[in-house]
């Protein structure tokens, strides 16, 4: 079930997203992670919508979406990839948004890849200069997606 996040309580959040930040960019330094957090903790989180995928009361999966329409989180747990959860969480907020922009490592090719499935098209690129690694400025529109 995909519920909004209204709790103050963000431990079971930064937890799968610590896990799966981890996870899913093994390029750069776990450290740069785990000294993030306090900024997803009290910036990030409290100034995006979001919605969490949960199985029996547990995250699986969460989507958070920033001003101005920006993704600025999908993840979901790495024991959960490949089952249709980041799907699920992308279709519920494209339900909610006509245009959907985000920022992708360019080296997370798997990430890439979903995105492309999902309807996103590469618009530019971006450095980040704390990993000192390229990304992908991406979006996607309501009206660019062919309906199924």
Do not use: C
Request: hydrophobic share 40%.
């Amino acid at each position: 079930m995909i519920v909004e996040w209204n709790s103050k309580e963000t431990a079971p959040l930064l937890s799968l997203w610590l896990e799966s930040t981890i996870y899913a960019h093994p390029f750069i330094s776990e450290s740069y992670w785990r000294e993030s957090e306090p900024l997803v903790r009290d910036v990030y989180l409290p100034s995006a919508r979001t919605w969490v995928l949960e199985e029996n009361g547990v995250p699986q999966g969460f989507i958070s979406v920033l001003e101005m329409q920006f993704i600025g989180a999908l993840f979901v747990r790495p024991d959960a990839l490949g089952q249709g959860r980041g799907k699920a969480l992308l279709d519920h907020v494209k339900q909610r948004y006509s245009a959907l922009s985000l920022e992708v490592y360019q080296k997370n090719e798997r990430a890439v890849s979903f995105y492309h499935a999902q309807g996103f098209r590469i618009e530019d690129s971006a450095w980040q200069d704390e990993t000192q690694h390229p990304t992908w400025i991406m979006s996607w529109q309501a009206d660019q997606t062919p309906s199924a």
